[in-house]
T-cell receptor, first 114, second 112 residues
Framework: SAVISQKPSRDICQRGTSLTIQCQVDSQVTMMFWYRQQPGQSLTLIATANQGSEATYESGFVIDKFPISRPNLTFSTLTVSNMSPEDSSIYLC???????????FGQGTRLTVV | DAKTTQPNSMESNEEEPVHLPCNHSTISGTDYIHWYRQLPSQGPEYVIHGLTSNVNNRMASLAIAEDRKSSTLILHRATLRDAAVYYCILRRYGGSQGNLIFGKGTKLSVKP
């Protein structure tokens, strides 16, 4: 298994500002992902966080808006930049220890933009 | 990714079995069938997965149709803690095609 710690667990931010969300795993993992879950909706994959290289973004998500870092095999950050109320969502970190194996999810970061 | 179709919601009584259906008529030979669930205010958790044969684990059973165009997640005795959104996902192993892509899922309510 893998235990994931996400920080912060929730935040209320002013529009136009940026928030960086941290994802720390208790063991080395191969794959790390970031998801967004808008209110009442399912999860949408934002990007795959690649260790030592640029993240791979899904259609509709860009690096300027959601820069991602992954400096090692246990840690990643997602920044939500220049926030607007439409960015109010839960952001979740997910990890897999091997390619296409069981995924583990953090508890999520509940972001409210006012 | 091949798509799945699930009922929006289902109800069950506590202590009774629950059969959650999933249709995936465009499944390919290399697609695995995965199930995850999301309890209220939590991240999703893995439930079970399979390719062709039925699978059992401590949480549930997965029954896969012979033509693989549908599957059923079986909770043998529903408890209140099983109230969650259940997602049926097809994963084509290998690179980005294997990424978990969530649909709308089935919201399961369990009545005492």
């Amino acid at each position: 298994s893998a235990v994931i710690s996400q920080k912060p667990s929730r935040d209320i931010c002013q529009r136009g500002t940026s928030l960086t969300i941290q994802c720390q795993v208790d063991s080395q993992v191969t794959m790390m992902f970031w998801y967004r879950q808008q209110p009442g909706q399912s999860l949408t994959l934002i990007a795959t966080a690649n260790q030592g290289s640029e993240a791979t973004y899904e259609s509709g998500f860009v690096i300027d808006k959601f820069p991602i870092s992954r400096p090692n095999l246990t840690f990643s950050t997602l920044t939500v930049s220049n926030m607007s109320p439409e960015d109010s969502s839960i952001y979740l970190c997910s990890v897999e220890k091997g390619m296409n194996t069981e995924a583990f999810f953090g508890q999520g970061t509940r972001l409210t933009v006012v | 990714d091949a798509k799945t179709t699930q009922p929006n919601s289902m109800e069950s009584n506590e202590e009774e079995p629950v059969h959650l259906p999933c249709n995936h008529s465009t499944i390919s030979g290399t697609d695995y069938i995965h199930w995850y669930r999301q309890l209220p205010s939590q991240g999703p958790e893995y439930v079970i997965h399979g390719l062709t044969s039925n699978v059992n684990n401590r949480m549930a059973s997965l029954a896969i149709a012979e033509d693989r165009k549908s599957s059923t997640l079986i909770l043998h005795r529903a408890t209140l803690r099983d109230a969650a959104v259940y997602y049926c996902i097809l994963r084509r192993y290998g690179g980005s095609q294997g990424n978990l892509i969530f649909g709308k899922g089935t919201k399961l309510s369990v009545k005492p």
